[in-house]
Structure formats: C-alpha cells, structure tokens
C-alpha cells in the first residue's frame, strides 16, 4: 500500500510525531488533495494541547491546505483531479440543517473544521469534503495561497462585511500574522487605514502595507489618538489581548463597529459609550469556501500577500514553535517538497 508522510499528534499536549500512513482514499463527497503547502495558525494549538473537549487522536492538524485535487469520491461532479484548490478552518457543510437552509452555511449544525475534527494539511495528501474546497487564483503561488485560506479569509471578510465604505476610518489593532493582512485589505479596500500597535517599531512597516497613520499604544492613548481623526467607523480587534481591545472602545465613531477576530477569554467594554455612540461589538467567522476564492481572487487583483517563514515539513516541531513564539514575521507555512 502507497504510504505519505505526515506530522500527528497523538494524544493532547504530545509532540509532533513524523509518521508514514497509507495514503488514504476519498470517499463519497469528498476529494483527495495533494498537498503542497499549509500554513500553521495558532489556532493548530487546540489540537496540540488539547482544547477542545471531544477531539480524537492521533490528528494531523492544519487548516491553512493549499495543493492540487488527486482523486475525487464517488458523487462528486465539481471538482476533478488536477485542478489547484485549498481547504481553510471551514470544513464544509450539510445543506439541510436549519443554519444552512438560512443560509447560515458557516453555522453548519454538522459542519466539520479542518485539522480538528478531520486530518488536515500537515501530511502529503488529506481528504477534504467537496463543500469545504476552494479553488486556488491561478497567479497565486500555493505557498502564497496557503495563510490567505484563514489569516486571509478571516481578515478578509470580516472588513468586507463590516459596514465601513470606502474612505471611512478603519483601524486595525495589532501588526501580527492577522493585522499585517488586516492593513493591507483595508487599504486595497478604500479605507482611511490606520494601524494600531505597542511600539515605533512597526510603525515603517505598517506605512508600506499601506496604513495611512500609525499609533503607538504604549506612547499614547490609541482612543484619544482615534478620536482625534475623527473617530474609527470600524476597529478590526486581531490580538489575543482583552484589555488592549477595551482600551480602543474609545476610539469608535458614531454607529463604530468594535469587530472582533482575535479570541480572549473575557472582555470588558463600556455600555455607556455603546448606548451614546450607538455603537456595536460583534465578532466574526472567518468565512467557506467561496469566500476564500473571493479572498484568493482579490489577493491575487491587489497584490495583497502575507509575509512567510517557510519550513519543510521534517521540521515541524520547529516551524510550530516559531509560530507559537509569536517572533515569526509574519506567518509560518509548511511546504511538503516533491
Ligand atoms: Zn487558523
Ligand atoms: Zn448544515
């Protein structure tokens, strides 16, 4: 039987384990990718230290797919082999659940997400249900392609349906491996851009993804400096930090979104200022997979690309940790090799 290689974690907070598993074969609805890059987000961290109550190993992570369709189940019409595609945390949906008959396909009552609940994209193949494929922009490389299927995606889409129109004030909190997306989307997009971060530092940086002001939170206050503008229609919240998220609830604008992306575990924010500005706080899904074809397409038309460390898939271990040490600029992307 052909074998592949593939990264495994086996039970939670175990090691990445190299390991060589038949190939497998896609069954009814579902098509065999071959893989060639996947990204490593944090959100890989639930199956490796176990998150996630429910979650069965041993798993192959990875959410992050980008490669070429190599076989296709019985009862697939979409999708044929050879054809580019990537999978992202969507892992596909039903159709007839109440969520999906709303159209609500994201809510799935039975929808799957990709490295959890089924192998994901650390591994040479893995098998995707064909509601959860995306067809790859054809002049996007894969290793370019692959962090755009959730970093992308969730940045993405989260701007595009956040109530903001072109030349409103739009601020992106945090310069990481969401907001450097964040800034450059927001700037294809029309938006007065403005980067929100701790430091001088990324300040150069955030100019030439194409903020048109940058603040420094640890020399002023990102409120006052928000309000000084004219107060934020949209503040795109990416850190992993509730305390710098409340402490930009000042700076909305009138009918201003406070747009969550980033995940905390509790968050204070003012109702007075929510009742008097009629302002809101909402957070946001990444997307399915029409939408990461709308994020490929439009990252492909703009230019908009995320900035990579890539590793090959025997290191692993290290790429992961690189990612989880939070000094990587800006995503860590896996690249499976020939
Ligand atoms: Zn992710
Ligand atoms: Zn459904």
Sequence with gaps: MATMRAAQISRAKGAFELVERPI???????????VEACGICHSDSIVKEGLMPGLQYPRIPGHEVAGQIDAVGPGVTQWTAGQRVGVGWHGGYCGHCDA????????????????????????EYMIAPESAVALLAAELPVADSAPLLCAGI??????????????????????????????????????RTVAIARGKDKEP????????AYIDSSAQDPAAALQQLGGARVILATVTNGEAMSTVQGGLGINGTLLIIGAVPSLS???????????SVKGWYSGTSIDSQDTLAFSALTGVRSMNETFPLDRVTEAYDRMMSGKARFRVVLTMGK
């Design 100 to 123: 999906c008959l709303r159209g609500n396909f994201f809510a799935c009552r039975t929808g799957q997400v990709t490295g959890l609940t089924f192998d994901g994209g650390y591994a």
């Design 24 to 34: 497998p074969a896609p069954g009814p609805g579902t098509v065999r990718i071959k």
């Design 154 to 191: 969730t940045t993405f889409n989260a701007l595009r349906n956040s109530g903001a129109q072109a030349g409103d004030l739009v601020a992106i909190l945090g310069i990481g491996g969401l907001g450097h997306l964040g800034v450059q989307y927001a700037a294809k997009m029309g938006f």
């Design 205 to 212: 940086l955030a100019k030439q993804l194409g903020a048109s």
């Design 269 to 279: 924010i003012s109702s007075m200022q929510l009742l008097f500005g009629r302002q």
